[in-house]
C-alpha cells in the first residue's frame, strides 16, 4: 500500500531540510536558484502547455511570465550572493556610546520553515516558483507549498523539476515540499502547523484575512506576509488629458483589460475633474473598451465573483454602465466602464470594492477639492498613478503632493500593471493591500521577509556565523563601522 505523507511527516521533513539548508552560504543558495531558472526554462513548453490548459491565460503571456519568474529567481540569488539584503554589521573599537572596547555583529539569520500559498493569477510567478518561493529560499528557508487548486497540474510539474534539480545538487529533497492537498483545510492546518515560521499570500481579501487572523492565534504567532485587495486609483489632471487623451487611452484599456482584468495592479477606479478634456476621455475609453470582447477568466469562483460584484455595483441609483452591455457567458468577464459622481462615491465606501476583473469607475469631480477628499478616503493601496504634465504641478501642486501620499507605489503618467522585478522596485501598501506594509513582495529586497535578526557580543571567532567573521571568506558586502566593505578585519 501506498502511504501518502501527512502534513505532520511533510512539515517535520522540512524543518530537518531547513537545519542543513540555513547553514549553505550565500552563494550556495544563489546555485540553487539559477539551477531551478535553468531547468524550468528548458521545460518551458511543456510547463507553459499545462499552464493554459487549466488558467485560460494565453500562451505569450504565460512565456513572458514564466521569463520573469526565472528572472526573478536568478535575482534574488544574486542579491543573496552579495550579501547586502543580510545587513551584516560589524562594530569594533570605541564606536559606541560608552567609548570603550566593544566586539558586537549583527546578522539576518533564516526564520524557518515558510509556508507558500499559491496565486491564481500568477501560474508561475507568484506560485510554487514564484517571489514567495525564491525569495524564502535565498533567504536560507525551506518551504511548504500549498498549491492553488485552479492550477494544480502546473503546480505539481513546476514541483517536480525543483525536487529533480534538488536532487542533482545533492541538496535534501524537503527543501521544497509540495503539498498533495491543495484544500482550504489543508492551508489552514499548514498555517497552524507549530514549526511552520512565516507564511507568504497572495489572493482574497478574505482568504489573506482569515489566514492572518489564524497566524495570530497560534499558541506563538507568526508573520503573514499576504498581498490581497487594491483598486490603483489613477488621478487624471485636465492639462496633461488635453495634451495627450487619445494617446493614454489606448494604454489604460490595456491595463484594465490585460490578462481579463486579474491583476493585483489593475487600475479598478479613475478620477477625473469635469472639463472638456475629460469629456474626450471619457468618451475615447469607452469606444476602445468597447472593441475588447468578454473573455474566460482564471476560474469560475473568480467570474462569480466578478459578476456579482460588477451588478452590485450597476444595481446602484447613483452609477451608471458607459460601456455597452453585451451577452457574456458564466465563465467570461466582459470590459466595463461604469460613471459616478465624486459627491456619491464619497457616500459609498462599498464603491470602493475591489471588483477583479476588467472593471474601472470613472468617478468624476467637480473640482479639485473633492479629488483631495477621494485621495483622503482611499483604503491602503498598492499603487497610485497621477497623469499629469507641468502646467498641472503648478495648477494643482497640493493635491499632487497629497495623492503621491496614497499606496506603496506612486507612477507619473504611466499604468500600475508591469511590475518591474528590481530592487528599487516596492510592491506593498497598507492594509488591506498587505498585512505589512514595511516589506516588498516584489525585487530581491523580499528576501527579507523571511529573516530574523540575531547579534553576537564578544563571540570566539569559530563560532560566529561566516557572515561576520572578521575573515570575509564568504567575499560578501558588510557594514564595518558603519562604512561598508568586503574587508577582511584584522
Ligand atoms: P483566494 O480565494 O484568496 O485563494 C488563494 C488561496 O488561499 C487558495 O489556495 C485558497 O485555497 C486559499 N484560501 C482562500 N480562502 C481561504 C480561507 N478562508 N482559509 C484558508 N485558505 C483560504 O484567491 P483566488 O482563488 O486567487 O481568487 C479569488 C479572489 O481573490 C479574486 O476574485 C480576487 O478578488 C482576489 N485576488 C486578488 C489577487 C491580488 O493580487 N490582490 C490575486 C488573485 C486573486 P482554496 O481555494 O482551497 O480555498
Excluded at 444595481?315 to 468577464?333: C, I, R, S
Amino acid at each position: 500500500m501506498i502511504q501518502t505523507a501527512t502534513m505532520g511527516d511533510s512539515v517535520a521533513n522540512a524543518y530537518q531540510a531547513f537545519l542543513a539548508y540555513r547553514n549553505l552560504s550565500y552563494a550556495g543558495r544563489a546555485k540553487l536558484l539559477n539551477h531551478i531558472a535553468d531547468a524550468l526554462a528548458s521545460n518551458a513548453n511543456d510547463l507553459i502547455a499545462i499552464a493554459a490548459e487549466e488558467t485560460n491565460l494565453n500562451p505569450a503571456r504565460l512565456k513572458t511570465e514564466l521569463n520573469r519568474t526565472c528572472f526573478q529567481l536568478r535575482s534574488y540569488g544574486e542579491a543573496a550572493a552579495k550579501g547586502l539584503v543580510f545587513d551584516n554589521t560589524i562594530d569594533v573599537g570605541t564606536t559606541g556610546n560608552s567609548q570603550v572596547n566593544i566586539d558586537i555583529r549583527k546578522t539576518v539569520v533564516p526564520i524557518g520553515v515558510v509556508a507558500v500559498f499559491g496565486a491564481s493569477n500568477f501560474p508561475f510567478a507568484y506560485s510554487t516558483p514564484g517571489g514567495d518561493t525564491a525569495s524564502a529560499l535565498a533567504a536560507g528557508c525551506t518551504v511548504v507549498i500549498k498549491p492553488h487548486p485552479a492550477h494544480f497540474k502546473t503546480s505539481l510539474a513546476v514541483a517536480k523539476i525543483m525536487k529533480e534539480v534538488l536532487a542533482q545538487l545533492h541538496l535534501p529533497g524537503s527543501i521544497i515540499t509540495h503539498l498533495e492537498d491543495a484544500s482550504t483545510e489543508a492551508g489552514i492546518e499548514l498555517v497552524k502547523h507549530p514549526l511552520i515560521k512565516a507564511v507568504g499570500f497572495t489572493g482574497s481579501l478574505n482568504g489573506g484575512k482569515a489566514l492572518y487572523d489564524i497566524a495570530q492565534q497560534r499558541v506563538q504567532p507568526i508573520p503573514v506576509f499576504a498581498e490581497m485587495g487594491s483598486v490603483n486609483p489613477v488621478f487624471l489632471f485636465p492639462n496633461r488629458l488635453a495634451q495627450s487623451a487619445p494617446k493614454y487611452v489606448g494604454v489604460l484599456a490595456g491595463a484594465i483589460t490585460g490578462s481579463v482584468g486579474q491583476f493585483c495592479t489593475q487600475p479598478g477606479i479613475i478620477v477625473g475633474i469635469d472639463s472638456p478634456a475629460l469629456e474626450q476621455f471619457k468618451s475615447l475609453l469607452v469606444a476602445d473598451l468597447n472593441t475588447i470582447p468578454p473573455a474566460k477568466m482564471l476560474h469560475q469562483g473568480i467570474a462569480d465573483s466578478f459578476a456579482k460584484y460588477r451588478q452590485l455595483f450597476l444595481d446602484k441609483t447613483t452609477t451608471e454602465l458607459l460601456t455597452k452591455e453585451q451577452y457574456f457567458e458564466h465563465d467570461m468577464a466582459i470590459p466595463t466602464l461604469i460613471e459616478v459622481s465624486a459627491a456619491d462615491f464619497i457616500n459609498d465606501n462599498s464603491l470602493q470594492h475591489e471588483v477583479f476583473g476588467p472593471v474601472s469607475l470613472l468617478v468624476r469631480c467637480a473640482n479639485e477639492q473633492e479629488m483631495v477628499q477621494i485621495a483622503y478616503l482611499m483604503k491602503g493601496q498598492l499603487t497610485t498613478t497621477i497623469v499629469a504634465n507641468h502646467l498641472d504641478v503648478e495648477d494643482y501642486k497640493e493635491a499632487i503632493h497629497l495623492i503621491a501620499e496614497v499606496g506603496g507605489r506612486v507612477i507619473w503618467n504611466g499604468v500600475p500593471t508591469g511590475v518591474e522585478v528590481c530592487l528599487s522596485m516596492h510592491h506593498g501598501g497598507d492594509f488591506p493591500a498587505t498585512t505589512d506594509s514595511r516589506f516588498t513582495a516584489v525585487g530581491a529586497d523580499a528576501i527579507k521577509r523571511w529573516g530574523k535578526i540575531k547579534c553576537y557580543q564578544n563571540f570566539p571567532q569559530e563560532l560566529l556565523p561566516p557572515p561576520v567573521q572578521n575573515k570575509n571568506s564568504w567575499q560578501i558586502w558588510r557594514r564595518i563601522n558603519n562604512e561598508y566593505s568586503k574587508s577582511d578585519l584584522d
